[in-house]
């Protein structure tokens, strides 16, 4: 599946909480309007039995719902994802998808425009650009979209930062963080190519 498609997928679903699962638990589980269920785990750190932990996640949710369920793995961690996805025995077969980060291009995430995606877009591959130019890109959009409001602002950038230590981005970000709480956005070139921004700023 193309990551730009995925990713529309998962913006029109909606919560479900199913009742008992393993410890520990998963980290969503989501119901899509049309195709059952789907169950997102975030790992930030590489786990040689996580193939298993997924299976028993499948069993706790397929015991509750009789939707199909699809299985995403979206690892965030720094180092290189070696995980498994698939588990192969003479009675057992089963797989899960697994996303990593690494590998996703940071535009299928910059082009979607809104903080959730743009907070992700930084642990995404930046295709050979500067980490800096990608940075300030990421801090502006974000500061043009959530000019009105300081503290979401704030919230949404301090997320980047926790993100961004997988990255080793802590520097580029400080320096557009200083760049952006000093600035009026409403003097960025962006600012006159988006007019949502002008009308709300009215």
Not at 64 to 78: A, D, F, R, S, T
Request: hydrophobic share 35%; charged share 25%.
């Amino acid at each position: 599946m193309k990551w730009r498609q995925w990713f529309d997928k998962l913006s029109s679903l909606e919560m479900t909480k199913p009742k008992r699962y393993w410890q520990p638990c998963p980290s969503t589980a989501l119901r899509a309007r049309v195709s059952g269920l789907i169950q997102i785990e975030i790992q930030n750190n590489n786990q040689a039995n996580i193939a298993w932990r997924m299976l028993r996640y499948y069993q706790d949710i397929r015991g509750e719902h009789v939707e199909p369920i699809q299985q995403y793995l979206l690892y965030i961690g720094k180092e290189r994802c070696r995980m498994p996805q698939t588990i192969q025995e003479p009675n057992l077969s089963y797989q899960y998808t697994l996303v990593d980060m690494h590998t996703i291009d940071c535009n299928a995430l910059l082009e979607r425009n809104t903080p959730d995606a743009l907070v992700l877009a930084i642990l995404c591959d930046f295709k050979g650009r500067p980490a800096e130019a990608v940075v300030r890109e990421i801090g502006t959009r974000l500061r043009l979209l959530l000019h009105n409001d300081d503290r979401r602002f704030l919230d949404y950038f301090s997320m980047l930062e926790i993100l961004g230590q997988n990255r080793d981005l802590e520097q580029q970000l400080k320096e557009t963080k200083n760049m952006l709480t000093q600035i009026d956005v409403s003097r960025l070139p962006s600012f006159d190519i988006l007019p949502s921004l002008k009308e709300h700023c009215h």
